[in-house]
């Protein structure tokens, strides 16, 4: 059975640091482009940023470039998001999956909340 499984989520003032995990089990990520994506209340899913799976590509949205890096750990079946200088506009839902868009046939985790409030 595939999943992936997010964590590192949570509660942070604005400027804070939270790194998030994406760990997998039933397939070899390393196989894989994985994105994170994120989802705040009212508004759409969007993407964040991807790694290619060689971890020789990665991309951001703009709206987070030079504060967050993706990275991987391909021995532990992990990509990882580390969130620096993180802003209120951050609250969402993030979510990780074996892609770079969201598309058909793509596995996806169940998320994991982050909050930036003070």
């Known amino acids: 059975q595939v999943q992936l499984v997010e964590s590192g989520g949570g509660l942070v003032q604005p400027g804070g640091s939270l790194r998030l995990s994406c760990a997998a089990s039933g397939l070899p990520l390393d196989a894989y482009a994985v994105g994170w994506f994120r989802q705040a209340p009212g508004k759409e899913r969007e993407g964040v940023s991807c790694?290619?799976?060689?971890?020789?590509?990665?991309s951001y949205a703009d709206s987070v470039k030079g504060r967050f890096t993706i990275s991987r750990d391909n021995s532990r079946n992990t990509v990882y998001l580390q969130m620096n200088s993180l802003k209120p506009d951050a609250t969402a839902v993030y979510y990780c999956?074996?892609?770079?868009?969201?598309?058909?046939?793509?596995?996806w985790g169940r998320g994991t909340q982050v909050t930036v409030a003070s």
């Open positions: 999956a074996t892609g770079c868009r969201s598309r058909p046939g793509i596995y």
């Open positions: 790694i290619s799976s060689s971890a020789g590509v990665t």
